[in-house]
């Protein structure tokens, strides 16, 4: 599949962090496999709801991509047991 393109930034495996920069309340989203980006929010508390909501979102995403992992072989084997049994 190639890369993302540079425009969508990937919650799976990202860490979200808080970033002091000056007065602005910025916040680092960071992924092993894409550019770092910091965003800002309006405020302390903003800025507390952003990183929670996207480290939630990554999480999850994670979770559900694990089952999907876990769910694939025995689907797979499910599949193939069906063709057989139609003689494809």
């Known amino acids: ?16 962090e808080a970033a002091d920069d ?3 309340f ?3 989203v960071a992924h092993a496999h894409q550019r770092t980006r910091v965003l800002a929010a309006r405020n302390k508390d903003t ?9 939630g979102a990554a999480r999850t995403h994670a979770a ?16 193939l047991a069906a063709e057989r049994r139609r003689g494809a």
Do not use: H, I, Y
């Not at 969508?8 to 979200?16: D, K, S, T, Y």
């Not at 952003?50 to 480290?55: G, I, N, P, Q």
């Not at 559900?64 to 599949?79: F, H, T």
């Open 22 to 24: 000056g007065d602005r």
């Open 64 to 79: 559900k991509a694990r089952e999907q992992d876990l769910a694939a072989p025995a689907a797979r084997r499910r599949l």
């Open 1 to 16: 599949p190639g890369a993302p393109p540079d425009d969508v930034a990937l919650l799976v495996g990202c860490e979200v």
């Open 47 to 55: 800025r507390r709801q952003w990183a929670s909501t996207l480290s």
């Open 26 to 28: 910025a916040f680092r």
